[in-house]
């Protein structure tokens, strides 16, 4: 990572690069264009809705915003992540989502946890909170797997929500 803002850097998995979104990339999403480096199934709905809330959200471009998500063996972009931000007293909200091309390889869960442990990095930022709803069982699954504990139960969602040790 950069020494200036790691925040910025490529974040590297083991299978997986998250990068941060380019306006060319969201420019293209809401156009309609094409990439050759998308898997066929990009984006996905959620990845639309994201795109076109850059423009009332700039700050989800900053550094620990959103990041697409590139399969490192195919070099394709096969989702995104993102942290909503600025943090609510201290607490991040994580979103996430792999299109169906993709889905059951683990990548929601190993992007969560990279995403995650940059974020309890942040100034002033001592928890990451995701909502989910429990029709979602594979959402739910992703959640527990990155080491996130269900802490409420809100109508027709449940929240779950990691907190850095250290805080």
């Not at 946890?113 to 990451?128: E, I, N």
Request: proline share 7%; glycine share 10%.
């Amino acid at each position: 990572m950069s020494s200036s803002s790691p925040a910025h850097a490529d974040l590297t998995t083991e299978r997986l690069v998250l990068r941060p979104w380019t306006m060319d990339e969201v420019t293209a999403v809401l156009d309609g264009t094409r990439s050759a480096h998308w898997a066929e199934d990009f984006p996905a709905e959620g990845d639309r809705v994201i795109a076109g809330l850059f423009d009332q959200h700039p700050v989800w471009l900053t550094p620990y915003g959103h990041r697409l998500v590139v399969e490192r063996a195919s070099g394709s972009v096969v989702g995104s992540i993102g942290l909503f931000w600025p943090p609510s007293e201290g607490v991040l909200e994580i979103g996430y989502g792999i299109v169906a091309s993709r889905r059951g390889r683990g990548y929601a869960t190993e992007a969560t946890r990279a995403l995650t442990g940059l974020a309890l990095t942040a100034p002033d930022v001592h928890t990451v909170s995701a909502h989910v709803e429990p029709s979602n069982p594979s959402s739910v699954r992703v959640l527990e797997k990155a080491g996130f504990q269900q802490w409420a139960t809100e109508g027709d969602t449940i929240r779950y929500r990691i907190t850095n040790p250290g805080s």
